[in-house]
């Protein structure tokens, strides 16, 4: 525990509490960037989280994977596109697949899809209208979290790791300047110097 030394200011802190202190403040970045990553980028950019819940995409996109999907426009899907698209068009059951080849159908563009991990393409065509976008990013892991948290539950850690972020900040602004005010030299007055 950090005491004052004779001349009054504080000793230094103890090894073992720089080392907490640095702890905390990386856990309490760490969850910033989850949550920037997982749910202000996509709201943001009208992009959508899933969990991959299979291994069909493996090794790129393993079991847990949070895959981020952004809207696409059917004429910019390419062979070699990961697409994110409903198995039966309307209906919210999704798959995330890689685009093996495309050909034109009567309402459009229809893509050929398969897992990477998949011996054979899978047996339906998708539609235009099934497509949801292609996978931006993905992260590790990250999936397992989103899928263990309701969606209220998001929200309210969320509020807390930014209110969380914002009060760290405006404390350490706060020590900075009253560090700055303590360690600045007081101004003496002397001969026909106004005090």
């Keep these: 525990m950090a005491g004052r030394n004779r001349a009054g200011h504080r000793a230094p802190a103890g090894a073992g509490a720089r080392l907490a202190r640095a702890l905390g403040v990386s856990l309490l970045l760490l969850a910033g960037i989850v949550v920037v990553v997982a749910v202000v980028v996509p709201r943001v950019t009208g992009s959508t989280p899933y969990t991959v819940l299979t291994g069909s995409m493996t090794p790129e996109l393993p079991v847990g994977t949070l895959v981020v999907v952004r809207p696409v426009a059917p004429a910019d899907i390419e062979i070699g596109t990961v697409l994110t698209y409903q198995l039966r068009s309307g209906e919210p059951e999704v798959v995330t697949h890689r685009v093996i080849g495309t050909r034109r159908g009567d309402d459009g563009r229809v893509f050929l899809t398969q897992g990477d991990a998949n011996p054979v393409p899978d047996a339906a065509p998708v539609l235009e209208q099934q497509v949801r976008g292609e996978v931006w990013y ?8 989103s899928q263990a948290l309701a969606h209220e539950q998001r929200r309210l850690l969320t509020t807390v790791l930014a209110g969380g972020l914002g009060t760290y900040a405006l404390v350490s602004f706060a020590r900075a300047g009253a560090s700055r005010r303590r360690d600045r030299p007081a101004r003496r007055a002397g001969p026909g110097v106004p005090a």
């Design 138 to 145: 993905a992260v590790p892991w990250l999936g397992y979290v």
